[in-house]
């Protein structure tokens, strides 16, 4: 439902991670790096083919100039990427320049995109409704801004900081709120709840406190459509229809679950390749004002239209410049958050905008005011690579703006001479995304999510990007621009430390910043694997010493509580064990399976979560060995071995402590 969702990533994790976590689990965890994601993979394919030189002068943005360059373009990007369908709209000066399809609605039938029928779920930018609704009820004086939200709700959200949340904050995604991915998606016939339901059942726990930390929020979004409802005494959907879609005459778009029948039958097919062509179920999002629309390609052009014209027909002009202004600069000059929308700035070209995804469908919308031109693109498919969607419409918007707008290929970083022989070498180290659970099991995407930054002596910084390798060349004190791009990177420092860093196009809504010593992967990663090669190496030990026992006829050299606190000890280990290859299973089951992430699982969950007994267990069987070892005659080496095991333990119940594995909450 979001620009680079936990749909994809659990907070987003890509397949690469989720493999590297059962393989670092069966490995024992030996020595892994401290950033999972982070790990070298093969960089995806190009998703679009590579500009012929430097534009020296902007072609016409005229209909037949552009139809050509997408004809030219979609075809080769859906069979290099793997995508099944693509539609197409751009605007300029007010009215629909084009629309166009590619690929297939349904290749079963032969039914193919078309721009002006076919229904696509165009995701997060749904979003962009319910902020416009917003901001009609703001001019009626129906809510403000800058109130707690409590005084429109008919339920609570709890204190937890001095400052109360408000609409502001949830259109800037600076709530506070943790991620919630629990029923972000469900599978039909699964029933859609009631959207007040929703909102008072999957309320996340408060984190940080409002208008300090940007971190994209769903709940936030279904939180504000819910008071759309509470100010307007009107369901979601029906004030969306009545005063969105009925004054754009956006007859071709719905929020309503399941889709209405004389919408059904032009609606596109969910695919997860061109390469395999069964179609997926119509995707239901219980946080409907958040992600549940859909449309066409030339509706959405309608919608870019309107807010491209002064919010005409929907807005005054005034709170339409309200509405996309600047209005969270945490770290200049990276893009930030307007009121709902991003900035999405390219080549010095001024954009608003927003992109969305569900599971299936990836799409993105950029505005360029300056010029009154807007761009929409949306693909039917997930595509053969992780992050392959992203990536074509980051190229897309940006080859759109070199090709009509600027008239040039984006540009080197400029040569920059920083005072530092090193910039940046107070940078490297470990650091956690904003945007992530935090009390409960999906706080282990938090702590596998951490993101490792490099620093090497020309000062530049390596980090992971998108799934792949980046490399960021220093252009400016405190910002760097990725190599082969324009895209940036910038940090901020307190007391002298780093405090948060952010790259675009993620900027606007989730930065990092470094986690607590005590929740770091750079040190608790090494001596997790400590514990796990004692405790494995505890229990392979346990079965061959019998076994040599018994091949040379030697009697058991322990009796009494020595020999039961020795056995149990090794018991408690085993179950050690298991208890975390059984988080580790349903973490990435749950992680790979969006579907999965409901009430149904709620049993497994909640047995997970009362197997944690078995690491306390585990603690007093080893102390208990630890202490009849220590009273007994047992070697130097027998008693320095049984201190290493209720350490283990420990370390692994400070593992499962930091990473919400002993959480018992079903709210997630």
């Given at each position: ?19 590297s ?7 024992a ?53 793997g ?91 600076t ?40 971190a ?12 759309v ?97 600047a ?27 927003h ?8 799409s ?6 300056d ?17 392959q ?19 040039a ?33 999906m ?12 620093v ?44 948060q ?14 986690p ?51 056995r149990?000890?090794r ?22 399976d ?29 102390v ?45």
């Open positions: 439902m979001s620009h680079c969702p936990p749909v994809q990533r659990v907070a987003v994790m890509t397949g690469s991670k989720i493999r976590l059962v393989a670092g689990l069966a490995l965890m030996l020595w892994t790096a401290p950033s999972l994601p982070g790990a070298a993979q093969s960089e995806p394919v190009a998703a679009l083919p590579a500009t012929e030189g430097a534009q020296t002068s902007s072609p016409n943005l005229t209909r037949t100039d552009v139809d050509t360059w997408l004809d030219g373009l979609m075809p080769y990007a859906l069979e290099d990427g995508f099944t369908g693509a539609v197409v709209a751009v605007v300029k000066d007010g009215e629909l320049l084009t629309s166009r399809g590619y690929g297939y609605a349904d290749p079963d039938t032969g039914r193919r995109m078309d721009g002006a029928a076919t229904l696509i779920r165009p995701g997060s930018i749904s979003k962009l409704f319910t902020w416009t609704a917003v901001m009609q009820l703001k001019e009626q004086g129906q809510v403000n801004l800058d109130t707690d939200i409590n005084q429109y709700l008919d339920f609570t959200i709890p204190d937890a900081f001095d400052e109360p949340i408000t609409l502001r904050h949830l259109m800037t995604h709530s506070g709120f943790e991620e919630s991915v629990k029923d972000l998606i469900v599978r039909a016939p699964s029933p859609v709840p009631a959207l007040g339901d929703y909102v008072k059942t999957h309320l996340p726990e408060r984190v940080s406190a409002p208008g300090e930390v940007p994209y929020s769903n709940y936030g979004t279904a939180l504000a459509g819910y008071i409802e509470r100010a307007s005494g009107e369901r979601f959907d029906d004030y969306v229809e009545r005063h969105i879609f009925a004054p754009l005459e956006m007859q071709s778009s719905s929020f309503r679950q399941p889709l209405p029948a004389e919408l059904a039958d032009n609606m596109s097919g969910a695919f997860k390749t061109r390469d395999d062509n069964a179609s997926q179920p119509y995707e239901l999002i219980p946080a409907a004002p958040a992600g549940a629309l859909a449309s066409t390609a030339e509706d959405m052009a309608r919608f870019m239209i309107a807010h491209l014209n002064a919010g005409a027909g929907l807005l005054s002009p005034e709170t339409a410049n309200e509405m996309q202004a209005a969270t600069p945490f770290l200049p000059p990276l893009n930030t958050m307007a009121l709902g929308f991003y900035q999405q700035d390219r080549l010095g070209v001024r954009a608003i905008g992109g969305g995804d569900t599971v299936y469908f990836h993105d919308m950029s505005l360029f005011p010029h009154n031109v807007g761009l929409f693109i949306s693909v039917n498919s997930q595509g053969r690579r992780p992050a969607s992203l990536l074509l419409r980051e190229q897309f918007a940006s080859r759109f703006v070199e090709r009509y707008l600027v008239g290929a984006p540009k080197a970083a400029q040569p920059y001479q920083p005072e530092a022989d090193n910039p940046g070498r107070e940078i490297a180290g470990v650091y956690e995304v904003s945007r992530a659970s935090a009390t409960n099991f706080a282990l995407g938090r702590y596998l999510g951490q993101a490792r930054i490099t090497d002596a020309q000062g530049r910084l390596h980090t992971p990007f998108l799934g792949i390798p980046a490399i960021w060349q220093p252009i400016a004190p405190d910002v760097w621009q990725r190599a082969g791009s324009t895209q940036r990177l910038a940090v901020s420092y307190r007391d002298g430390k780093v405090h860093w952010a790259y675009e196009p993620a900027s606007p809504f989730m930065v990092y910043s470094p607590p010593w005590y929740r770091s992967s750079a040190l608790l990663n090494p001596l997790l694997a400590l514990a796990l090669l004692v405790s494995l190496a505890t229990v392979v030990a346990w079965p061959l010493a019998a076994f040599l026992r018994w091949r040379y006829q030697q009697p058991f050299p322990l009796t009494g509580h020595a020999a039961l606190s020795h149990l000890a018991i408690g280990l085993i179950f050690v064990l298991l208890f975390l290859m059984a988080w580790m299973g349903l973490f990435v089951t749950l992680a790979s969006i579907g999965k992430l409901t009430a149904a699982s709620d049993g497994l969950i909640r047995f997970m979560q009362g197997a944690q007994i078995v690491l306390y267990g585990a603690m007093m069987a080893t208990w060995n630890l202490v009849t070892t220590w009273s007994g005659r047992a070697s130097w080496p027998a008693r320095l071995w049984s201190v290493l095991l209720p350490l283990a333990v420990g370390i692994v119940i400070w593992f499962a402590a930091v990473t919400g594995l002993l959480s018992f909450s079903l709210t997630y």
